[in-house]
């Protein structure tokens, strides 16, 4: 978590209010760069994720709560950490927090919108709709592409870690 805190500091160095206030049209939430993982897991009723950056340009805190797509059954809002020596991903309670003027960053490693009991096969090349959950307002991305993991090396295999 410290390092997500200070890649948080960093992004906040770089958009300074003036540029802001500049930029007349920016929507108040951006969501860029979305994907969706295809691996061996993300199958009928199995899991995967969603990775992007989001944006917040309003003056106030954003928290994004969950999601839904057509292709999961259950959708969450997950975060790494350490637990008994071992990585593992959990729910962040309350969602994910992005102070106003900052980004967020889901990617595989760290935070992501997780994606379990999947209803069909998510297959490299397709193309999915996403809605992000920001408790008061829902931001929907139409086409999200799924792509396997350049050079990821992360193991969504062990699901007794999940148990509480
Ligand atoms: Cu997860």
Do not use: R
């Not at 540029?19 to 951006?30: C, G, H, L, R, V």
């Not at 999961?72 to 350490?82: D, L, N, P, R, T």
């Not at 595989?108 to 008061?136: C, Q, R, S, Y």
């Amino acid at each position: 978590m410290k390092k997500i805190a200070l890649l948080l500091a960093a992004a906040l160095a770089l958009t300074g209010c003036t540029a802001n206030s500049q930029e007349m049209a920016k929507p108040e939430i951006e969501v860029t760069d979305v994907w969706i993982k295809s691996s061996e897991t993300s199958v009928t009723g199995g899991m995967t994720a969603v990775f992007g950056t989001i944006t917040n340009n309003t003056d106030q805190e954003i928290v994004l709560v969950g999601g839904a797509t057509e292709v999961a059954g259950v959708v969450e809002i997950h975060e790494m950490a350490m637990s008994g020596g071992e990585m593992v991903m959990q729910a962040i309670e309350g969602g994910l927090v992005i102070p106003a003027g900052e980004s967020a960053t889901l990617e595989p490693g760290g935070n992501h919108m997780m994606l379990m009991d999947l209803k069909t096969d998510v297959v490299a090349g397709d193309e999915i709709a996403v809605t992000f959950d920001f408790g008061t307002v829902d931001l929907t991305i139409e086409s999200v592409v799924a792509k396997p993991t350049v050079g990821g090396d992360e193991d969504y295999h062990s699901e007794e870690g999940m148990d509480h």
